[in-house]
């Protein structure tokens, strides 16, 4: 079976796949498509290089990926008896890197892309400088309708980028120049004059995708760092609500039946205090940076373990001391920090049964 279907059917495969694990049919969300190896420059940059390949296999939705694999059987198969399966191949994947890289450098750090349009790109550009460097031994009217049939396509498509948010433009324009590239280096040569194109064609490739990896800016923040994060944050928020429905449980149990003030401040020390100073330094020791998504959640959550902390602390020295105005302050401290997070975050960490003084 020739490459172009073998390509067609390992993105339609993956498409597939994806839909068993939460994809949607017609639209995907970026948490899925990040799940999956998409391109995102926080990833991607923090080590994930695999995503500039993984990537394009990747599509957003059916209308995706079937605008993309109708796309690339009318240029693929053609392309792959011009330049043959193995330089064909090299083809596809030297353009998809090349508009992958371009995404990387450009789009900053808040653009999820997928999808084979940046190698199918440079397949039609291969095409295009395949036909025009035969067009004496074309029929003429093949030549046109195959030219700038291919010319008419990737014009018209970057036109409707530059128009229409979410298309990644810069993958479609990297992944075109590289095909030209490709395509004249790998074309036969047939004469002396050709065969420096094709050397000078592959040392301007090679040169503009080091140029690309050399010079893709740094991350504003590391995806693993905010993965991270996200995850102490959900625990935090769980551990909240186990603590906070003791201290609950411990304030109702002592109205009933009246412990004394040591036994009160003891269980709320252990039960309370220490389990909030604990998650407290574990949230303390993340390190985000500012322009990380989880960056305010953390920073509130950092505060409100440490007002939920000292406000256990100081019911349990105002208990010890048998100071009911100390009790009462803390005690109003305590409903205080919830109602903040809430208000800084949007993240509900109130507790179910907020203790009453």
Known sequence: MPATQWLIAANVLVFAVMLGFGAGLWHTSNSVQLAWGANFG???????WWRLGSALF????????????LSLWDGGRLVERMYGTARFLLIYFCSGLGGNLLSLATQGDGA?????????????????VFLWRER????????????WGAAGFSAVTIALGLRITGIDNAAHIGGL???????????QPTRQSRRAERWLAAGALACGLAALIFNIPAAKYRWSEEILARGEISEFIGEDARISARWGAILNQARKEGPSFDELAGRIESEVSSPYAESFEQLAKL?????APSATALASLRHYAELRRDASRALVEGLRAKDQKRIREALELATQAPRMAVKMTGIKSAPAHEPKP
């Open 42 to 48: 926080p990833a991607t940059k923090d080590g994930e």
């Open 58 to 69: 990747l599509h957003f939705g059916v209308f995706h990926l079937a605008m993309n694999m």
């Open 112 to 128: 999820v892309s997928g999808g084979a349009s940046g190698a199918i790109f440079g397949v039609y550009g291969a095409l295009m």
């Open 136 to 147: 004496a031994h074309l029929n003429p009217a093949e030549f046109k309708w195959l030219f």
């Open 177 to 187: 120049l590289a095909g030209i590239l490709a395509g004249v280096a790998l074309a």
């Open 287 to 291: 390190h985000l940076g500012a322009a």
